[in-house]
């Protein structure tokens, strides 16, 4: 089956980092992607991981470990724009371009 | 101008009605997504289509139908709409040459059903 976990919620005030964590079982698997998504916004692509590492890309980063399961995005020097849903979802490969996405984890950054 | 353009926005119909949500693309994909998200669950595939001859169903496909009439334009339809059906629905495409399969969003409909 598949089966995302990752935080329901997290705050943060504004110059601070933050790690959102997700662990992820899924059948099937060739990367990972973290959408940003803002309050009744479209989700806006953020990152793709396939290889095991972190890559950075700005102010945020994002790290994979297929054999744990596990990604995070690492996002520093906050801004209160940042605030908004973090969505962690694999690439199920085999089944090409159906990612599965988790529930999302609502980041608020504070003043 | 957006790239992934859908219609309407917002619709309220009743129990029962026969619904189409429309998208549209100008990104030149081949792939083309709906899903629909509600609060606390998540984004959840209902059909999409790799091409303008293929259509494939999600994980909530049930009450649900798409026709794909061009590779730009994808829309999905709810025979008799429920309650349990008002959602935010979003449609998507992505373009099989680009190895990361990167999904582009449309801005959504809200959809009640009362």
């Given at each position: 089956g598949q089966n995302i976990d990752q935080p329901t919620e997290m705050t943060a005030t504004e110059g601070a980092i933050v790690q959102i964590n997700c662990t992820y079982q899924t059948s099937g698997f060739n990367g990972l992607f973290w959408y940003q998504q803002h309050a009744g916004e479209a989700p806006t692509f953020l990152s793709y991981n396939v290889l095991d590492g972190l890559e950075e890309k700005g102010r945020f980063s994002s790290f994979l470990s297929r054999s744990k399961g596990y990604s995070y995005l690492l996002l520093k020097e906050?801004?209160?724009?940042?605030s908004a849903s973090y969505l962690c979802a694999p690439d199920r490969g085999s089944t090409l371009g159906r990612l599965y996405f988790g529930r999302g984890t609502q980041l608020t950054v504070w003043p | 101008d957006a790239d992934v353009t859908q219609t309407p926005r917002n619709r309220i119909t009743k129990t029962g009605k026969r619904i189409m949500l429309e998208c549209s693309q100008?990104?030149?994909?081949?792939r083309m997504y709906w899903y629909r998200q509600d609060p606390g669950l998540g984004l959840r595939l209902i059909y999409y289509s790799f091409d303008v001859k293929d259509i494939n169903k999600g994980e909530i496909s049930d009450g649900y139908s798409v026709s794909?009439?061009?590779?730009a334009k994808f829309s999905l339809s709810l025979e008799s709409a429920i309650p349990n059906q008002t959602a935010l629905y979003f449609c998507a495409t992505s373009d099989h040459?680009?190895?990361?399969n990167i999904q582009y969003f449309g801005a959504g409909t809200r959809l009640s059903v009362l």
């Open positions: 906050l801004q209160m724009k940042d | 100008t990104k030149g994909h081949d794909r009439q061009a590779q040459r680009d190895s990361k």
